[in-house]
């Protein structure tokens, strides 16, 4: 498979995208959901008490993991980038076909960074050690990340 996916790379013309950019994308991104969570929820902390505080970060946090993996999936599949990855200029691609990732593969590497990022980003890590820079997510759902040119 390595040998495999380092002649597709090289036939392709292809360069896997760096940690940094990624990163960057990552923080793009999360600023972004940030604000629609915000824009969208900020209200339900206005006059509450303890009790009232719990219930809005419960109702927060459902619909922050509903909104984030929504926009992962569909950015990924239609675009084969977020919104963060299209102005670092890196695309997420499916490693057989070498295009945009399937919904169910989008929907799945979404699914798989949220948990990713809640087991304290270990999946994240792991492609700082991997040869194609693959976090778990990408493993998982069979996709890389590449410079878009």
Do not use: C
């Not at 380092?6 to 760096?18: D, H, M, N, T, V």
């Not at 950019?21 to 969570?37: P, T, W």
């Not at 593969?105 to 699914?111: G, H, I, P, Q, V």
Request: avoid cysteine; glycine fraction near 6%; charged fraction near 20%.
């Amino acid at each position: 498979m390595q040998n495999d996916l380092e002649y597709r790379l090289f036939k392709e013309e292809l360069k896997l995208a760096s940690i940094p950019k990624r990163a960057v994308a990552f923080i793009i991104d999360k600023i972004l959901l940030s604000l629609i969570v915000l824009a969208a929820m900020g209200d339900k902390f206005e006059g509450k008490d303890f009790e009232g505080v719990i219930v809005a970060l419960n109702q927060t946090l459902v619909f922050t993991t509903a909104v984030e993996i929504a926009y992962q999936t569909i950015f990924t599949m239609l675009y084969g980038a977020t919104i963060g990855k299209m102005l670092t200029k890196v695309k997420v691609v499916d490693v057989q076909l070498i295009d945009n990732p399937s919904f169910g593969a989008a929907l799945l590497r979404a699914s798989v960074k949220f948990l990713g990022e809640a087991l304290f980003y270990v999946g994240f890590i792991w492609a700082l050690f991997d040869p194609f820079k693959q976090a778990w997510h990408d493993k998982f759902a069979k996709t890389m990340v590449i410079d878009a040119y």
